[in-house]
């Protein structure tokens, strides 16, 4: 991809996510996004198929934000997949929960799509290194069980959680959805609850304001 493409696809990918923070995912249309940037829709189409994938991006750019972040700050997390998931998953639900914006954003796509197909390779990736980790063996019809067995409590919960139906912390809940695997695995509560109370002081003793969701 030429210099001069690759600006036109980050600048309407910049746009897309302003008016996904400032209109939501149900208001935020691909005319809306040409229109913002000032491009034919057929443009917006030819980077960005549909809005899902613009989510995906969104989605995978602030996971890989956050890993790099702690690469360079806290490197020694990742001796341990199930620890260095949980302090990640802890600075991107804080962000996200956090902001009413962010929130709504995250609950539209929530509704409207699957997380599964956002997320599945990132998540399939970092189970794995579950399974590697912990020397176990599974196969891999039981491992996608498991995966698709994860996403669909998680949303459930979070859908429940959203409702006002299931009342926790953000950390309470971040510890509920990383240690559901863990226990679908078989490994043992008490190093599960160990590693996850772990994450939680991490997390709070980091400094992570600079990372944004959208904007």
């Keep these: 991809m030429t210099i001069a493409k690759r600006n036109k696809k980050e600048r309407i990918y910049q746009n897309a996510k302003e008016l996904l923070y400032k209109d939501g995912f149900n208001k935020t249309t691909i005319k ?19 809005k899902e994938e613009i989510i995906r991006s969104i989605y995978i750019d602030f996971l890989n934000n956050i890993e790099f972040f702690l690469y360079r700050n806290k490197p020694e997390i990742y001796s341990n997949s199930i620890l260095s998931h949980a302090v990640t998953s802890r600075i991107y639900y804080d962000i996200i929960l956090k902001d009413e914006n962010n ?4 609950l539209e796509v929530l509704h ?27 196969s891999d019809e039981l491992f996608k069980a498991y995966v698709l067995m994860d996403f669909g409590a998680r949303r459930e919960l979070l859908l429940q959680y959203f409702d006002g139906q299931v009342d926790l912390s953000i950390m309470d809940l971040v510890s509920t959805l990383n240690g559901m695997l863990p226990r679908l695995l078989k490994l043992n509560q008490h190093f599960i609850d160990s590693l996850l109370l772990d994450s939680i002081s991490i997390a709070e003793s980091m400094d992570y304001k600079q990372l944004r969701f959208l904007v």
């Design 32 to 50: 809306k996004i040409a229109e913002a940037s000032d491009v034919p829709i057929s443009l917006v189409h030819y980077y960005f198929n549909k």
């Design 103 to 106: 929130r709504r954003v995250y």
């Design 112 to 138: 409207n799509s699957s997380n599964y197909r956002i997320l599945s390779k990132y998540m399939n990736k970092m189970y794995h290194k579950y399974v590697e980790d912990n020397h176990l063996v599974l």
